[in-house]
Structures are given as structure tokens and as C-alpha cells.
């Protein structure tokens, strides 16, 4: 792995938002773009208004982020234990249903 590639995006954003990437680093930071829908569009709008405080705006946007991925990762879990609920449910009725009705204790031997 390349020196550049250990680096954390969040962290080269910074760095390019403060002027202090080299060429090699930016070209990075707009590799990652491609892939990175998010990164492409603040790219471009670091671009677009160069004069407004974005270190302001990143951090704005990082207290957002960790509620939102919470909320994203709840929902899964509770499908999964749902899942898992029907599944035994369905599993205990079908072995209630294939035992024959003497084991069941119905008096008849």
C-alpha cells in the first residue's frame, strides 16, 4: 500500500482545504472523487465558493454524520432479529405438526 493510500480522506480533505497538499496528495484526493460521489461534490464546491470558511462547513457536516449512520445500521439488526423470531416460530410449528398426535400427550398410547 503507498503512503498516499494509508492516508484518510477525511484527512487529505483537510489538508486540501487549508492549502497544504502537494500535487501527488491532490491528485489522490481527486482519484478518490471518481469513486466517491460525496467527495466529488465537495470537491466542487471548494472550488466554486474558494472564499467561504470550509473547515466550518466539514465539521458542520461531521456532527451530522455519526446520527445518521446509527440510525442506517439500527434497521438491518432489526430485521435480523425478526428474521431469526419467524424462523423459530416457523421451525416449532412444523415440528408440532409432523409429531404424531400420541406424543403430543393426548391420552391415546
Avoid: C
Wanted: proline share 6%; hydrophobic share 40%.
Amino acid at each position: 500500500m503507498s503512503k498516499l493510500k494509508s492516508i484518510s480522506t477525511e484527512s487529505l480533505l483537510r489538508r486540501y482545504i487549508n492549502g497544504d497538499v502537494g500535487p501527488s496528495e491532490e491528485a489522490e484526493l481527486y482519484t478518490r472523487a471518481q469513486d466517491d460521489e460525496a467527495l466529488a461534490e465537495a470537491l466542487v464546491g471548494i472550488e466554486t465558493h474558494p472564499e467561504e470558511d470550509h473547515t466550518a462547513a466539514v465539521e458542520r457536516l461531521r456532527t451530522k454524520l455519526p446520527r445518521r449512520e446509527a440510525s442506517v445500521r439500527a434497521l438491518p439488526a432489526a430485521w435480523q432479529r425478526l428474521a431469526v423470531a419467524v424462523a423459530l416460530l416457523v421451525a416449532f410449528a412444523g415440528i408440532l405438526w409432523y409429531l404424531p398426535p400420541n406424543r403430543l400427550g393426548n391420552g391415546t398410547t
